[in-house]
């Protein structure tokens, strides 16, 4: 597992990375998803830390949008939760 946290545009949230089948894929949950859903204050540290907390129950959620067809990279944002 690999997350990266941006701030730059619109996108704001953490990278971080899920294994399927074997193979490593990116994804995306939104800073405001993070903030909202898994009670991470508005810093860094704080989003990563909700992330890792909660990993089983976003990775869940990335893995079962990309069984579903949805484009790459898969992007979690709050109605997802």
Sequence with gaps: MVSHETDTDSRNGLWFSIEIDEEEFVAFVTAQA??????ASKNKDSRRVAYRQNRKTIDSVARRKFFSGFPRPISLGV???
């Design 34 to 39: 993070l903030d909202e859903h898994f009670n």
């Design 79 to 81: 109605a997802d939760f």
